[in-house]
């Protein structure tokens, strides 16, 4: 039987339900699919191989996923682990099981790959909203961010793959479907053009949901699609970082916080009943009490009501991990500050 431990984003999730169906009878294997956004949350795999085999010693444990690509000798040198397979190699994770145990780590550059490999799921266990792949990749460079090291370049699903998934899993039952990618709004060749797509293929979709929006590519055209359709869930995530223009510029953001404030203005004036969710980094570094504050009120002025917020943590090879950095004290500080906004707002 396999079994497959997720971490990480809603990406990874659907990746590891493409490894459940694929894999059904592939034995007692286990498979770790990683996170890379933080040094912390790649601790975090490590640790958890550690326990997964003492439990189970028998188990042939595989590591995958992005952390598994930055990182594929730290994870190759655990003996806990007997394969090390990368983020481009994933894709056929069944022929690679059955290759000789040497070498342990399968890692190839990802930038070398800018193929989409279609696969369709007929579900998500115990999930009553299905994600659906859009996209893969990112073309950006935050500064704060190593993902498009561990995704590579921008690659899009073709619109027929994505009807088709979404139609499998109408069948299936699902009646919320959420579509996410590593950078889901530079979805080619048009983000706005796909929602429409699928809302005119599928009438009666009972909800539409987006993973992270990019403030600075949501267009106009997106927002005469929230008006125009009803089936289009009036939650909107959004990945804010910082309230603060310098920061965000620091940051390699393409956004200023006056681009937050009239986006949530926008889609207030089309959907009244629309609500909002963000990302947040406290602490990042440079960042002044002043700077600090500049987030705090976005919250209120944008009106915010849900807060996903994180002290910032360096990710070796980053530009930002060069930059000078804050006390952790003071950015956790800043973190508890910024998380009691939430519910104090107008959202």
């Known amino acids: 039987m396999v079994r497959v431990i997720t971490f990480g984003c809603r990406l990874n999730?659907?990746?590891?339900?493409?490894?459940?169906?694929?894999?059904?009878?592939?034995?007692?294997?286990?498979?770790?699919?990683?996170?890379?956004?933080?040094?912390?949350?790649?601790?975090?795999?490590?640790?958890?191989?550690?326990?997964?085999?003492?439990?189970?010693?028998?188990?042939?444990?595989?590591?995958?996923?992005?952390?598994?690509?930055?990182?594929p000798r730290k994870f190759a040198?655990?003996?806990?682990?007997?394969?090390?397979?990368?983020n481009r190699e994933k894709t056929e994770i069944e022929k690679y099981l059955s290759l000789p145990p040497v070498p342990k780590t399968r890692v190839g550059n990802i930038f070398d790959y800018d193929n989409y490999d279609h696969f369709v799921i007929t579900g998500f266990e115990g999930r009553q909203r299905a994600f659906v792949q859009i996209q893969q990749g990112c073309n950006h460079r935050c500064t704060y961010c190593i993902i498009p090291f561990a995704r590579g370049g921008n690659r899009s699903v073709a619109p027929a793959a994505v009807l088709e998934q979404i139609r499998t899993l109408l069948q299936q039952g699902f009646k919320e479907i959420c579509l996410t990618g590593v950078d889901a709004c530079s979805y080619e060749p048009s983000f706005s053009g796909l929602i429409k797509e699928i809302l005119q293929t599928f009438p009666k979709l009972p909800s539409l949901q987006f993973g992270s929006l990019d403030p600075a590519a949501v267009d106009d055209d997106f927002i005469s699609l929230v008006k125009q359709y009803p089936n289009i869930f009036p939650h909107f995530h959004l990945s804010v970082q910082s309230g603060d223009n310098l920061i965000l510029k620091r940051m390699g953001r393409r956004h200023s916080r006056e681009t937050v404030i009239e986006l949530c203005k926008k889609i207030r004036s089309v959907r009244p009943d629309a609500v909002f969710s963000a990302d947040?980094?406290?602490?990042?570094?440079?960042?002044?009490?002043?700077?600090?504050?500049?987030?705090?009120?976005l919250v209120h002025e944008a009106g915010i009501g849900k807060l996903h917020v994180f002290p910032y943590s360096e990710r070796p090879g980053t530009p930002a991990a060069r930059m000078p950095q804050l006390p952790m004290e003071l950015r956790r500080k800043r973190a508890r500050i910024l998380r009691d906004q939430e519910g104090n707002t107008n959202d």
């Not at 002043?290 to 705090?296: H, I, K, L």
Request: hydrophobic share 40%; net charge negative.
């Open 77 to 86: 040198s655990m003996p806990e682990v007997d394969l090390v397979i990368g």
């Open 13 to 71: 999730a659907y990746e590891s339900e493409i490894f459940k169906e694929k894999l059904k009878n592939a034995g007692n294997i286990i498979i770790v699919n990683t996170c890379a956004v933080t040094g912390e949350a790649e601790r975090q795999c490590r640790q958890a191989i550690r326990k997964l085999r003492k439990e189970n010693p028998a188990a042939r444990i595989i590591v995958t996923g992005c952390a598994a690509q930055i990182a």
């Open 280 to 297: 947040f980094i406290c602490g990042f570094p440079t960042e002044s009490d002043e700077a600090f504050q500049n987030t705090v009120n």
